[in-house]
């Protein structure tokens, strides 16, 4: 096969699926974390990407979370944010509050790790990789970003309460020693 046209899935020596995605053939988990760090470099190195790039983050530490959620306080970072991105649209007004919140020492209501789900959503950091210009890749990630918070719809409840104390508790970080 030639070398033009849309990217394709480097041969990173195995036919291996993710073992926590699920994708196809990208040299297990290794490949896949490759392919995620590609798709980061594209969104830092294209503004029209950046758009994405929180929920690129938050939608691929869903799919992986033994690797990216092992932490209470990522857990909570994540679910939370890929929460305010689901729910309230990314809310600008909310933004600084979610910050500082998860800045601070969220309580939590919840054992850690969180047990998470089985199925992680029909899309992979594959699809993502494969867009084949910028339009599909924001269109890609808010598709795949969806599928992922879907798969974790036993925890979205809990995802709502640290939103709403993130709303509540945002404007006075308490407790939470600020740096700088
Ligand atoms: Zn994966």
Same mark, same amino acid.
């Given at each position: 096969m030639g070398s033009e046209g849309p990217p394709r899935v480097p041969d990173s020596g195995g036919s291996a699926a993710c073992p926590h995605c699920g994708a196809c053939e990208v040299g297990g988990a290794e490949g896949c974390n490759d392919l995620f760090q590609e798709v980061v470099g594209r969104e830092f190195g294209r503004p029209e990407l950046f758009q994405v790039h929180r929920l690129t983050v938050d939608a691929y530490s869903l799919q992986h979370p033994d690797q990216y959620m092992k932490s209470a306080k990522s857990a909570v970072a994540h679910l939370t944010g890929m929460c305010w991105a689901m729910e +309230?649209?990314? +809310?600008p007004s909310v933004s600084m509050a979610l910050s500082r919140f998860l800045d601070g020492t969220p309580a939590l209501a919840k054992p850690f790790p969180i047990p998470p789900p089985g199925r992680r959503g029909s899309m992979t950091i594959v699809d993502i990789f494969l867009a084949p210009d910028s339009a599909a890749h924001v269109k890609r990630v808010r598709e795949w970003a969806r599928g992922a918070w879907e798969a974790w719809s036993e925890h979205h409840a809990q995802a709502r309460l640290w939103l709403e104390a993130a709303k509540r508790t945002g404007g006075s970080p308490k407790g939470g020693r600020r740096g700088g």
């Open positions: +309230d649209q990314e +809310d």
